[in-house]
């Protein structure tokens, strides 16, 4: 499984729009690349899912360059109860998809 | 429609008890999975269910830990003899198909071994 780099933490002002970038070097053909969200307390919740190029939902897009060796999540105009950890995870779908997750990146909304 | 369920939301227990940590997945879900964070690391895979069969379970840290799922409904994770290690929140997921698509995950077992 493809290791993945985030940075630690991020800190960003509602309204603004917040794009985290993941790096995933050793990444396969078969990976996709997934993005979860995770409050204190609660288990993490999905987010988004790509392959390629783009892929957008109402909470967020997905943006995969050509080579796939990184990807950028993308939330537009955060609010406050967008504070959490965002974790970044690339593995094969086939046959089971063991997740993996790393360390994640903490963003901080501030008012 | 219902979430993944655990519970107990917390449990603790002294060195060498046993604990039963259950997960209800939701309701048609065919693959339920098992994760847990120890203190101050990352989230872990355990092991994962399809139906009522052990797909994978190379997560699983040592053979204290047994995970069942009879009848390919809810499951149950024991661990016996509990261990200070042991401590930490473990999170039950599940979704509808294998393919690696949405996980829903429950809100966790918070287990403290004293």
């Known amino acids: 499984l493809a290791k993945t780099t985030q940075p630690i933490s991020m800190d960003s002002y509602e309204g603004q729009e917040v794009n985290i970038t993941c790096s995933h070097n050793?990444?396969?053909?078969?990976?996709?690349i997934t993005w979860y969200q995770q409050f204190p307390s609660q288990g993490p919740r999905f987010i988004i899912q790509?392959?390629?190029t783009k892929v957008t939902n109402e909470v967020a897009s997905l943006f995969i360059p050509a080579d796939r060796k990184s990807s950028t999540l993308s939330l537009p105009r955060v609010s406050l109860s967008d504070t959490a950890v965002y974790y970044c995870?690339?593995?094969?779908?086939?046959?089971?998809?063991?997740?993996?997750f790393g360390a994640g990146t903490r963003l901080f909304v501030k008012a | 429609e219902a979430g993944v369920t655990q519970f107990p939301s917390h449990s603790v227990i002294e060195k060498g008890q046993t604990v039963t940590l259950r997960c209800d997945p939701i309701?048609?879900?065919?693959?339920l999975y098992w994760y847990r964070r120890v203190m101050g690391k990352e989230i872990k895979f355990l092991l994962h269910f399809v139906k009522e069969s052990k797909q994978d379970e190379s997560g699983m840290p040592n053979n204290r830990f047994l995970a069942e799922r009879t009848g390919g409904t809810y499951s149950t994770l024991k661990v016996q003899p509990a261990e200070l290690e042991d401590s930490g929140v473990y999170f039950c997921?599940?979704?509808?198909?294998?393919?690696?698509?949405?996980?829903?995950f429950g809100p966790g077992t918070r287990l403290t071994v004293t």
């Open positions: 997921a599940s979704s509808l198909d294998r393919l690696g698509n949405e996980q829903y």
């Open positions: 995870l690339v593995g094969d779908r086939t046959g089971g998809f063991k997740t993996i």
């Open positions: 790509g392959y390629k």
């Open positions: 309701s048609g879900h065919d693959n």
């Open positions: 050793n990444i396969a053909t078969n990976d996709y």
